[in-house]
């Protein structure tokens, strides 16, 4: 318990510290009156101490779903991989600014990671982390997440459908019901989570659509 105490302080501190260095970013839009820069970076800022996602990964899925938004493309948009919902919460917030009402599908077990298997192994390792993943890692509860979205960033639930399962048995029942799919965010960590979806979601992505993994340059699974 005390090993999973340090890390949680740890991991904390790692956050507070790249929240800190990305401040800049806010400031150099503010003086430079460049008003689009300034809204990204404030909008990354306010979901960093809720995701484990580096700030290049967040300003990657700010800027799809933006252009999503500015190009009027059909289609939801779906993450599978959720953790504490730092990510979800920019997607939504980001789309939200549009007024379009965009469906947003967000699917995890909500009980952390699975284990991994065979095909996520390197040499004995399952990739570059900052952490060991043992499973249950990277852990954001249903209710975490629902307060995250619908009571810290005012959310529409109307828009916003959580799904709790995990991939194998929820993407298949929902995919004729999400139907389009303008961005597709997958953060499921191993082989088996990200090839299931895309197995099943990857066709559903709309011309000029998007398609991120985020664990493509830290987990070998997910290459």
Same mark, same amino acid.
């Given at each position: @318990?005390?090993?999973?105490?340090?890390?949680?302080?740890?991991?904390?501190?790692?956050?507070?510290?790249?929240?800190?260095?990305?401040?800049?970013?806010?400031?150099?839009?503010?003086?430079?009156?460049?008003?689009?820069?300034?809204?990204? @970076?404030?909008?990354?800022?306010?979901?960093?101490?809720?995701?484990?996602?580096?700030?290049?990964?967040?300003?990657?899925?700010?800027?799809?779903?933006?252009?999503?938004?500015?190009?009027?493309?059909?289609?939801?948009?779906?993450?599978?991989?959720?953790?504490?919902?730092?990510?979800?919460?920019?997607?939504?917030?980001?789309? @939200?600014?549009?007024?379009?009402?965009?469906?947003?599908?967000?699917?995890?077990?909500?009980?952390?990671?699975?284990?991994?298997?065979?095909?996520?192994?390197?040499?004995?390792?399952?990739?570059?982390?900052?952490?060991?993943?043992?499973?249950?890692?990277?852990?954001?509860?249903?209710?975490?997440?629902?307060?995250?979205?619908?009571?810290?960033?005012?959310?529409?639930?109307?828009?916003?459908?959580?799904?709790?399962?995990?991939?194998?048995?929820?993407?298949?029942?929902?995919?004729?019901?999400?139907?389009?799919?303008?961005?597709?965010?997958?953060?499921?960590?191993?082989?088996?989570?990200?090839?299931?979806?895309?197995?099943?979601?990857?066709?559903?992505?709309?011309?000029?659509?998007?398609?991120?993994?985020?664990?493509?340059?830290?987990?070998?699974?997910?290459?």
């Amino acid at each position: @318990a005390w090993h999973a105490g340090l890390i949680s302080i740890a991991l904390d501190f790692h956050r507070a510290i790249l929240r800190y260095l990305y401040l800049r970013h806010l400031a150099m839009g503010t003086l430079r009156g460049d008003r689009a820069v300034a809204a990204r @970076a404030q909008a990354i800022l306010e979901v960093m101490p809720y995701s484990l996602v580096g700030s290049g990964g967040l300003e990657a899925t700010y800027d799809v779903v933006a252009s999503v938004e500015k190009g009027r493309l059909m289609g939801a948009l779906v993450e599978c991989g959720v953790a504490q919902g730092g990510s979800a919460a920019l997607m939504a917030v980001t789309s @939200a600014k549009y007024g379009t009402h965009r469906p947003v599908w967000l699917f995890d077990s909500y009980e952390g990671l699975p284990d991994p298997t065979a095909d996520d192994f390197v040499d004995g390792k399952t990739g570059r982390h900052i952490r060991p993943l043992p499973r249950g890692s990277c852990l954001g509860t249903y209710e975490e997440v629902e307060g995250l979205l619908f009571g810290k960033f005012g959310l529409n639930r109307r828009d916003i459908h959580m799904v709790k399962g995990w991939f194998h048995d929820t993407l298949p029942l929902q995919r004729d019901v999400i139907g389009a799919i303008a961005v597709l965010r997958i953060d499921g960590d191993w082989y088996d989570s990200v090839k299931c979806c895309l197995d099943v979601m990857f066709d559903q992505v709309v011309p000029g659509g998007y398609v991120i993994i985020d664990d493509y340059s830290s987990c070998y699974g997910a290459q």
